[in-house]
């Protein structure tokens, strides 16, 4: 069974930072780009962050470039984002998500999501 | 960034209506979009991607249409069970964006 569990989602302070976790299980997840995607409360999704299965690709939202982080362990499979100078706009679930990222796009397994509060 | 652009933002519906749910972009996307339900609390779900193509275990009564900045998700026959909130997302360029979600109630 495919599955994804997200961790490491906290309350911080703004300015703080904070690692999420993403453990992996059920597929071969070296074969597998793997994506982000956030949702702050009562909002729609944004998408965050996505990284290729060889970690030779990775690309950012606007919104977080150059405060996030996003990398992997192919031998854990895992999936990590770090988040650095946060804010308070960053509050939010955080998911993971499988996805395929070849002639055509989707994401078709999710994580259960991980609560990230940035507040004072 | 490619803006995209769902409406209506919600709608009353009942079971057994015909659902129709448009999503715009502000360049074209050729076919590079994706559908996906999200019930409250948790995580969504993939419907369509390719703008067509039908996910796997998905009923058959969504589908998708469209090409280059104007797409559709339809629901043929509403069921109890799609009471949900529906995002459109695009992948034809990074960064990727999410439409702004479509909430069907109940009427």
């Not at chain 1, 944004?46 to 996003?70: H, L, P, Q």
């Given at each position: 069974?495919v599955q994804?569990?997200?961790?490491g989602?906290d309350?911080?302070?703004?300015g703080?930072?904070?690692?999420?976790?993403?453990?992996a299980?059920?597929?071969?997840?070296s074969?597998?780009?793997?994506?982000?995607?956030r949702?702050?409360?009562?909002?729609?999704l944004?998408?965050?962050?996505?990284m290729k299965?060889?970690e030779s690709?990775?690309?950012?939202?606007?919104s977080?470039?150059?405060?996030?982080?996003?990398?992997?362990?192919n031998?854990k499979n895992?999936l990590?984002l770090?988040?650095?100078?946060?804010?308070?706009?960053?509050?939010?679930v955080?998911?993971?998500a499988r996805?395929v990222?070849?002639?055509i796009y989707?994401?078709?397994?999710?994580g259960?999501?991980?609560?990230v509060?940035v507040?004072s | 960034?490619?803006q995209?652009t769902?409406?209506p933002s919600s709608l009353?519906?009942?079971?057994g209506?015909r659902v129709?749910?448009?999503?715009r972009?502000s360049?074209?996307?050729?076919?590079e979009?994706g559908w996906y339900?999200?019930?409250?609390g948790?995580?969504?779900?993939?419907?369509?991607y390719?703008?067509?193509?039908?996910?796997?275990?998905?009923?058959?009564?969504?589908s998708?249409?469209g090409?280059?900045?104007?797409?559709t998700l339809?629901?043929?026959?509403?069921?109890p069970d799609?009471?949900?909130t529906?995002?459109c997302?695009?992948?034809?360029s990074y960064?990727?964006t999410?439409?702004?979600?479509t909430k069907?109630e109940?009427?």
């Amino acid at each position: 069974e495919v599955q994804m569990v997200e961790s490491g989602g906290d309350l911080v302070q703004p300015g703080g930072s904070l690692r999420l976790s993403c453990a992996a299980s059920g597929f071969i997840f070296s074969r597998f780009w793997m994506s982000w995607v956030r949702q702050a409360p009562g909002k729609g999704l944004e998408w965050v962050a996505n990284m290729k299965y060889d970690e030779s690709e990775k690309y950012y939202a606007d919104s977080v470039k150059g405060r996030f982080t996003i990398s992997r362990d192919n031998a854990k499979n895992s999936l990590y984002l770090q988040m650095n100078s946060l804010r308070v706009e960053d509050t939010a679930v955080y998911y993971c998500a499988r996805t395929v990222d070849t002639s055509i796009y989707y994401s078709d397994y999710w994580g259960q999501g991980t609560l990230v509060t940035v507040s004072s | 960034a490619i803006q995209m652009t769902q409406s209506p933002s919600s709608l009353s519906a009942s079971v057994g209506d015909r659902v129709t749910i448009t999503c715009r972009a502000s360049q074209g996307i050729r076919n590079e979009l994706g559908w996906y339900q999200q019930k409250p609390g948790k995580a969504p779900k993939l419907l369509i991607y390719a703008a067509s193509s039908l996910q796997s275990g998905v009923p058959s009564r969504f589908s998708g249409s469209g090409s280059g900045t104007d797409f559709t998700l339809t629901i043929s026959s509403l069921q109890p069970d799609d009471f949900a909130t529906y995002y459109c997302l695009h992948d034809y360029s990074y960064p990727l964006t999410f439409g702004g979600g479509t909430k069907v109630e109940v009427k």
